[in-house]
């Protein structure tokens, strides 16, 4: 098969641009996990049987995720010339009416939420223009939530639809991977990726240019190139996003990527627990395929594919060594380094895994050049990432943002700050390997190195928020819980440092904790962190260490006192009914599970606390905020 | 060959050597679990950590993997390797309560008493130190792979497929006798030989034609034969001290007939 030339991709693009901004009205639906998850697919099933009814020449199409999770159902509605208006936390109803307006020739107020006059794309000179006008409707970027970011990566995700490469190419897709491969060598194209200062994503930051500079080098038959889409923090869905939202921008930074090391393979494993970005990836692949941007090329001897691997269900599957071994057939346990994938990885050969996010980063860098992307972040850490932004925050999704910015911009200014006023805490960044971060360190800028200073990592990009009623030694726990059950359990520091760990947070938890435990704690930390054979094993302990360095006061409550000031662990509060404030209205007893709570109607209650099985539903239930923890 | 400096002392290590090799040879006191010669580096036990000073990446690593090339510093006594090793230990003491070999070993280097008690055993038995050497024995030396890590964290144990008794295990031993720990146990009873820690594996022993000693399962003979039908025809049946005696005697000179 001939791969594609640019004349030919030209025509598509303009093909493509006839899908993506039609001679009509156009009506897209975030049909990512997280929009699917609030009831878009019922929103998206009614735009179709509305338009059908008003026999309507309306196109109605599937978009990925705009970021802000908790505004969906996220609505796109586009018309010839106008601004496009994105319409909030669209219900069923909601799209009956909006389809009405439409017939009428209006908005529909009620769930209007913003909208976007052009945008700038920067993968082509042009950006994607929809029309001016509507005055009175705030522009996507001048939405709080959307205000500080700077969505590059994200940068169409929302808008097109992520199951039409022809769309893709719409926008200036894949026009850069061909450009590069016809005129570029592989050194000028690790040159550009070198002094853009691309760090990987995955979490470790090691110099994207630099990793692939070693395999390059290395002579071999065959050389692979993985995609490491194996995602498993709790709390970050950031690479499931770009994979639902916008595929074929991973697809092209794989294309760059296997021309600039020499390889003819690339695989993309992804974790079984992302069905929906699994589906999307094959829709992309067999796209990318017909157009002979994958497969076997006669034209100019540049052969590539990408297959799918699925996970099995192991945490431990995203350490680089795993997921090579995963891929061979074997359990995934990690194997020593050195000798490290690039030199010698899948099957004995010279192999570059990446993380997602760092191979969609690739198009944008070819399209704009080193100095462009370098001027956004700091001096070490250049472009922007994207966060997971969930927990004890108003205002949860996905965010991206230039590096550099401060914890406290993205906290309060991008996420609203605390739930019903309450104050917040700390943020763990990194997930399960990284660190608490206490509140009074948020003026920190959000790069590698200062948060690695604080003794947490970037990760990955996970942040979650956590306020008052955050036990840290009760998240620590839930912490420690899940890398000792994700543990492969190879070597000993790992299988049985955080086992031993773990049983000494339960003991603290439950009020027979000792202080020389906090030592051990310490000790053993320190071991399992630098005797290790993985990165699981040497970060597992780091929310421990960050724990005990900023909240000691916390343990010191448990340990001590056999209190839990968060109001969390169960053994070590109880709860009571506060005389003035309770207004006698029985609501506590109707939900109380145990008969724990009971009273006179219009009189005081009381909670036994023999009965108390601490499920705090009283607590939740009451108006008066008359059930108090103690 | 190339020089490398072990606790400030030069020495000499031969083309493609491995720090840990340089130090055994030399004499080095290095404790491990998991290495044995001939066998690919596996990196499981971490006992033989020693702290890069030059030559490589600073800072604590596993020597068994690490290339001893030109200009290699590494120290085997610093406070942060001793103290780790000490705690490691503590950690075996605590995976194998039941095992002699790893109380030595311990004591070796003053480790006597494990202050972790939130360890559970019960998936895999209070010897085993899961260093995987049997494991790897069976699987890439004798080619069999009768046994293997099952289940995944601290519910990680050595086991067969489905922990039931073995239909490919040949009753060599060989993975009772790379055990660093003495926690495999084989005991041959009568013409058999049970792999007790094997959900008792049954194999029949051969008996000797001469002296009718039981020297090896019948299993082992038939896959050695197999590999030397003609040139060992005659020995097929008699065991090595058997076998000893029959050659010996073609070399005593006999006299010629009067």
């Known amino acids: ?630 | 060959m190339a020089t490398i400096v072990i606790n400030g002392k030069k020495h000499e290590a031969r083309e493609g050597e491995i720090a840990f090799q340089v130090l055994k040879r030399e004499g080095i006191d290095i404790p491990s679990l998991c290495y044995l010669e001939g066998l690919s580096p596996y990196g499981s036990c971490r006992l033989c950590m020693v702290e890069v000073k030059a030559g490589g990446r600073p800072g604590l690593t596993t020597s068994c993997n690490l290339t001893a090339s030109e200009g290699l510093e590494i120290e085997t006594e610093t406070p942060q390797v001793v103290q780790v090793r000490k705690v490691l230990l503590e950690l075996y003491l605590a995976e194998a309560p039941g095992s002699k070999k790893i109380q030595e070993l311990a004591k070796k280097y003053g480790v006597a008493t494990t202050r972790f008690t939130h360890i559970d055993t019960s998936a895999k038995g209070d010897r085993c130190v899961l260093c995987g050497l049997c494991v790897r024995v069976c699987g890439e030396i004798l080619n069999v792979g009768a046994i293997h890590y099952a289940g995944r964290g601290t519910r990680t144990s050595i086991n067969t497929p489905w922990y039931e008794t073995s239909s490919v295990c040949i009753g060599c031993g060989a993975c009772e006798y790379v055990c660093p720990a003495d926690a495999i146990d084989i005991v041959d009873q009568d013409d058999e030989r049970i792999m007790e820690t094997w959900h008792k594996t049954t194999l029949k022993l051969k008996e000797c034609a001469e002296s009718m000693k039981r020297f090896a399962t019948e299993r082992v003979v038939d896959i050695v034969y197999a590999k030397n039908q003609e040139l060992l025809k005659d020995l097929k049946d008699l065991s090595p001290d058997a076998r000893r005696r029959k050659k010996a005697a073609q070399f005593i000179f006999k006299p010629k007939d009067k």
Not at chain 1, 334 to 352: D, H, M, Q, W
Request: glycine share 12%.
């Open chain 1, 1 to 630: 098969m001939k791969m594609m030339t640019l004349a030919h991709l030209q025509k598509i693009k303009t093909k493509g641009l006839k899908s993506f901004l039609p001679h009509k009205v156009r009506i897209a639906v975030g049909l990512g996990s997280c929009g699917i998850a609030a009831g878009a697919e019922g929103v998206y099933n009614v735009f179709h049987e509305e338009a059908k009814k008003n026999t309507l020449d309306m196109s109605i199409t599937k978009t990925g995720c705009l970021g802000f999770c908790g505004e969906e159902p996220l609505v796109n509605v586009s018309r010839p010339r106008t601004p496009l208006v994105i319409y909030r936390q669209v219900t069923e109803d909601d799209a009956r009416a909006i389809v009405s307006q439409i017939m009428g020739n209006k908005l529909y107020d009620k769930k209007v939420f913003c909208k976007i006059e052009e945008m700038e794309n920067f993968i082509q000179p042009e950006g994607i223009k929809y029309g001016t006008g509507y005055a009175d409707i705030p522009h996507f970027y001048e939405i709080p939530f959307y205000k500080k970011q700077k969505k590059i990566v994200l940068r169409e995700s929302g808008l097109i639809s992520p199951e039409s490469i022809d769309e893709y190419i719409a926008v200036g897709g894949y026009a850069n991977a061909l450009k590069v491969i016809t005129s570029m060598s592989p050194d000028e194209i690790l040159k550009v990726v070198g002094d853009a200062g691309l760090r990987g994503r995955g979490g470790a930051g090691f110099p994207t240019a630099t990793k692939w500079g070693i395999a390059r080098k290395s002579k071999s038959d065959k050389k692979y190139i993985i995609c490491n889409a194996d995602e498993g923090d709790p709390g970050a869905y950031m690479n499931r996003n770009e994979m639902e939202s916008d595929p074929h921008m991973l697809i092209e930074g794989m294309v760059i990527g296997a021309f600039a090391i020499g390889s003819d393979e690339g695989i993309i494993y992804v974790r079984t627990e992302y069905p929906l970005a699994i589906e999307r990836l094959k829709i992309a692949l067999e796209q990318a395929r017909a157009y002979g941007l994958l497969g076997k090329n006669s034209s100019n001897g540049f052969n590539f594919d990408i297959h799918i691997v699925c996970g099995a269900g192991a945490f431990v599957c995203g350490e680089e060594t795993a997921l090579i071994a995963s891929i061979e057939g074997e359990s995934g346990r990690p194997r020593p380094r050195p000798p490290f994938p690039a030199v010698s990885g899948l099957n004995g050969k010279p192999t570059i895994i990446n993380n997602v996010e760092t191979w969609c980063n690739i198009p944008v860098i070819m399209a704009k050049g080193a100095e462009w992307f370098s001027a956004t972040g700091t001096s070490g850490s250049k472009g922007t990432k994207v966060f997971s932004l969930v927990g004890k925050v108003s205002r949860v999704g996905l965010v991206e943002v230039p590096m550099g910015i401060t914890l406290k911009e993205v906290i309060y200014e991008i996420g609203g700050g605390g739930i019903k006023g309450k104050k917040i805490k700390a943020v763990q960044t990194g997930g399960p390997s990284g660190g608490c971060i206490p509140a009074s360190l948020f003026d920190l800028s959000v790069d590698y190195e200062s948060l690695q200073k604080t003794g947490s990592i970037m990760g990955s990009g996970g942040m979650v928020v956590m306020d008052e009623n955050t036990c840290m030694v009760d998240i620590t726990k839930y912490f420690l819980s899940f890398t000792r059950e994700e543990s492969c359990g190879k070597c000993i520091p790992c299988r049985r440092g955080l086992e031993h760990m773990l049983g000494i947070l339960e003991d603290i938890s439950v009020g027979k904790g000792k202080m020389s435990q906090i030592d051990e704690l310490k000790e053993l930390a320190s071991v399992v962190k630098s005797a290790s054979l993985c990165g699981l094993g040497q970060t597992a302990p780091n929310p421990v260490l960050t724990t005990l360095r900023y909240f000691r006061d916390e343990y010191e409550a448990h340990i001590r006192d056999h209190k839990c000031p968060a109001g969390v662990c169960k053994e070590l509060i109880s709860y009571s009914i506060d005389a003035e404030s309770c207004t006698g209205c029985h609501a506590c007893v109707r939900v109380c599970p145990t008969g724990a709570t009971s009273g006179e109607k219009k009189e005081v209650h009381t909670i036994d606390k023999k009965k108390c099985i601490k499920c705090s539903a009283c607590y939740e239930t009451c108006k008066f905020n008359a059930v108090k923890v103690d």
